[in-house]
């Protein structure tokens, strides 16, 4: 069974740092893509980053390009999202994805998510 | 960024009738090389994540049940509920993968009439 474990939510003030864990089992880590989804409570879902299996091409959202790191451990089955110069629009529920079929990273869908985190930005 | 636009935003249906949720994409989502669609459906129940639904814009992921079905290609598409079931209540969402970045509907919430 596929599991994604996250960790590492919390309140943090604005211009702070927090990372996003994502422990994976139940599947071979390395051979798929992984992505991080972000959810404003009571609003939409928007795509934030997304790692290749092999950690070597990473894609971000314009929102969070220049601020925020996506990265994988294959040895450790763990995804990560390290978040800078954290923002009050940052606000939001934050999940893990794996991808529904490709290491790539490219167009695909997410076919298990992770249980989320809630990220809050605040003074 | 395609934008992708769901309609009804909400919508109440009775138990045992049908449910139909439209999505309609900014621009075509057709891979041609494969013919396939690049648009998906999720479920998401509160305080939970989204669940897949669909991929390919019809087939149904794993362990989803037979009366969610998917129809469309190109810039229209519909998520068909055939017999709303009590936990069916969810908010549905369309998702584009064909281009990056990968973008979703707003949401249509299904309740029960």
């Known amino acids: 069974e596929v599991r994604l474990l996250q960790s590492g939510g919390g309140l943090v003030q604005p211009g702070g740092s927090l990372r996003l864990s994502c422990a994976a089992s139940?599947?071979?880590?390395?051979?798929?893509?992984m992505y991080w989804v972000r959810q404003v409570p009571g609003k939409g879902l928007e795509w934030v980053s997304a790692?290749?299996?092999?950690?070597?091409?990473?894609y971000y959202a314009d929102s969070v390009k220049g601020r925020f790191t996506i990265s994988r451990d294959n040895s450790k089955n763990t995804l990560f999202l390290h978040m800078d110069s954290l923002r009050a629009e940052d606000t939001a529920v934050y999940y893990c994805?794996?991808?529904?079929?490709?290491?790539?990273?490219?167009?695909?869908?997410?076919?298990?998510w992770g249980q989320g985190v809630g990220v809050t930005v605040s003074a | 960024d395609i934008v992708m636009t769901q309609s009804p935003d909400s919508l109440a249906v009775s138990l045992g009738e049908r449910a139909t949720i439209n999505c309609k994409s900014s621009?075509?989502?057709?891979?041609?090389?494969?013919?396939?669609?690049?648009l998906a459906w999720y479920q998401q129940k509160p305080g939970q994540p989204p669940k897949l639904l669909l991929y390919?814009?019809?087939t149904r992921a794993s362990g989803v049940p037979d009366r969610f079905s998917g129809s469309g290609s190109e810039t229209d598409f519909t998520l068909t509920i055939s017999t709303l079931h009590p936990e069916d209540v969810a908010i549905y969402y369309c998702?584009?993968?064909?281009?990056?970045?990968?973008?979703f509907g707003q949401g249509t919430r299904l309740a029960i009439k």
């Open positions: 390919g814009s019809s």
């Open positions: 998702q584009q993968y064909y281009t990056r970045p990968t973008t």
């Open positions: 790692v290749s299996g092999d950690d070597v091409n990473r």
């Open positions: 139940g599947f071979m880590f390395s051979d798929y893509a």
């Open positions: 994805a794996k991808d529904g079929y490709t290491a790539t990273a490219s167009k695909s869908y997410f076919d298990s």
């Open positions: 621009q075509s989502v057709l891979y041609n090389y494969d013919n396939k669609n690049f």
